[in-house]
């Protein structure tokens, strides 16, 4: 026990010492999690360019002309007639979409037809495109009811039922608080990782055997340092920017050790089969985004082809990401998520008697060849 303690201590002084390992494990999650919200801290697309083509240029158009011209989402650049004129515009990408008011539609409206309105967006950016319709929806809707409510009784029209889109889990409806509780998990498998390996393998450089003692005292200090990294993000950072938390604390208290314990066993593994330590960072630059994207936060796993669905499942990162949003920010019971954690410490296991097998047996037996 006391050389347990002695090695525990150490590795913390390591850390501190090798400005690297200390920079990736440490600092770097706090600046991550400042940096990263910052730069969403808007939430949502605003103030968007959009066309208008205003082919009956009536007392009805006018006003859903200026509802529109009211909407926070969306900036009137350009009243037209011409259709092929604003459809340039959106391809030189001057605008993001179209309101086409076509011709008779005050007298299309009161024969009780739909009117024709017509809605042309630019799918190039999806969350732009999204603002985009709800502030043009909105105007429109605002103003058909003001008209329906002059002249009512000429018109056999009525809209449909309003829809009122109420946000379950991510309450903000901001892509902010969207990405931001995903993105912090993999921050800290990424940290742990880069910064553990680059540990392990400047140990190795210098000729290091780990003893069965100092494995465990490793794992233990890393194993601190994540959970308190977790608990920073998940806590301090999601409560200063508003993110949903909180859903299922105890839940996440039980994951999080479990989560870290996978990456430790993952770090150990990659820092025992690279030469020096700047060989982590090659492997860090080519798997970060691919292991964002597997996640299914940038794109749903509904949509990948099956067998990428089955390898992005395979990944820790891809079970955690989804784990702690579900117990973060859904509060799901924590028997939903307990697939995912028998997994996770399944791999862990496995990975950590690797580990274990090539820093202290392997070099044992070495040792004792020599």
Not at 57 to 64: A, G, H, V, Y
Not at 83 to 93: P, T
């Given at each position: 026990?006391?050389?347990?303690?002695?090695?525990?201590?150490?590795?913390?002084?390591?850390?501190?010492?090798?400005s690297?390992?200390?920079?990736?494990?440490?600092?770097?999650?706090?600046?991550?999690?400042?940096?990263?919200?910052?730069?969403?801290?808007?939430?949502?697309?605003?103030?968007?360019?959009?066309?208008?083509?205003?082919?009956?240029?009536?007392?009805?158009?006018?006003?859903?002309?200026?509802?529109?011209?009211?909407?926070?989402?969306?900036?009137?650049?350009?009243?037209?007639?011409?259709?092929?004129?604003?459809?340039?515009?959106?391809?030189?990408?001057?605008?993001?979409?179209?309101?086409?008011?076509?011709?008779?539609?005050?007298?299309?409206l009161?024969?009780?037809?739909?009117?024709?309105?017509?809605?042309?967006?630019?799918?190039?950016?999806?969350?732009?495109?999204?603002?985009?319709?709800i502030?043009?929806?909105?105007?429109?809707?605002?103003?058909?009811?003001?008209?329906?409510?002059k002249?009512?009784?000429?018109?056999?029209?009525?809209?449909?039922?309003?829809?009122?889109?109420?946000p379950?889990?991510?309450?903000?409806?901001?892509?902010?608080?969207?990405?931001?509780?995903?993105?912090?998990?993999?921050?800290?498998?990424?940290?742990?990782?880069l910064?553990?390996?680059?540990?392990?393998a400047?140990?190795?450089?210098?000729?290091?055997?780990?003893?069965?003692?100092?494995?465990?005292?490793?794992?233990?200090?890393?194993?601190?340092?994540?959970?308190?990294?977790?608990?920073?993000?998940?806590?301090?950072?999601f409560?200063?920017?508003?993110?949903?938390?909180?859903?299922?604390?105890?839940?996440?208290?039980?994951?999080?050790p479990?989560?870290?314990?996978?990456?430790?066993?993952?770090a150990?593994?990659?820092?025992?089969?690279?030469?020096?330590?700047?060989?982590?960072?090659?492997?860090?630059?080519?798997t970060s985004?691919?292991?964002?994207?597997?996640?299914?936060?940038?794109?749903?796993?509904?949509?990948?082809?099956?067998?990428?669905?089955?390898?992005?499942?395979?990944?820790?990162?891809?079970?955690?990401?989804?784990?702690?949003?579900?117990?973060?920010?859904?509060?799901?019971?924590?028997?939903?998520?307990?697939?995912?954690?028998?997994?996770?410490?399944?791999?862990?296991?496995?990975?950590?008697?690797?580990?274990?097998?090539?820093?202290?047996m392997?070099?044992?037996?070495?040792?004792?060849?020599?």
């Amino acid at each position: 026990m006391k050389s347990f303690c002695f090695y525990y201590i150490q590795t913390f002084k390591n850390i501190v010492a090798n400005s690297s390992v200390f920079t990736t494990l440490i600092a770097a999650v706090i600046m991550y999690s400042f940096f990263y919200p910052t730069a969403y801290k808007a939430q949502s697309a605003a103030d968007i360019p959009i066309v208008i083509v205003d082919q009956e240029q009536s007392i009805l158009t006018s006003k859903i002309i200026s509802q529109a011209a009211n909407s926070p989402h969306i900036r009137i650049t350009t009243v037209t007639d011409n259709f092929l004129e604003a459809e340039k515009l959106v391809k030189n990408q001057k605008a993001e979409g179209i309101l086409l008011l076509p011709e008779n539609l005050t007298n299309s409206l009161k024969r009780g037809e739909m009117g024709g309105i017509g809605l042309y967006l630019s799918t190039a950016y999806f969350i732009r495109t999204k603002e985009v319709g709800i502030g043009l929806a909105t105007s429109i809707e605002a103003s058909l009811q003001e008209y329906l409510e002059k002249f009512g009784k000429a018109s056999s029209f009525h809209p449909e039922i309003s829809i009122h889109q109420i946000p379950l889990f991510n309450t903000l409806s901001g892509y902010g608080s969207y990405i931001f509780p995903a993105v912090s998990s993999l921050i800290i498998h990424q940290t742990i990782l880069l910064g553990l390996a680059m540990l392990i393998a400047s140990y190795r450089e210098k000729g290091w055997v780990a003893n069965r003692s100092e494995f465990f005292a490793i794992f233990a200090t890393i194993l601190t340092i994540g959970c308190l990294g977790c608990l920073y993000l998940f806590g301090f950072t999601f409560w200063l920017y508003e993110y949903p938390h909180g859903g299922n604390f105890w839940g996440m208290l039980f994951a999080v050790p479990i989560y870290v314990s996978c990456i430790i066993g993952l770090a150990m593994l990659v820092g025992s089969l690279v030469d020096m330590p700047e060989r982590v960072g090659h492997l860090i630059v080519v798997t970060s985004v691919p292991l964002f994207l597997l996640t299914g936060t940038a794109w749903p796993h509904q949509a990948m082809p099956e067998w990428m669905q089955w390898f992005a499942w395979i990944l820790p990162s891809t079970n955690g990401v989804q784990m702690f949003v579900q117990l973060n920010q859904m509060g799901v019971p924590t028997s939903i998520v307990m697939p995912k954690l028998i997994y996770l410490a399944t791999v862990a296991a496995i990975l950590l008697a690797l580990s274990y097998y090539r820093l202290v047996m392997m070099k044992s037996i070495k040792k004792e060849a020599d």
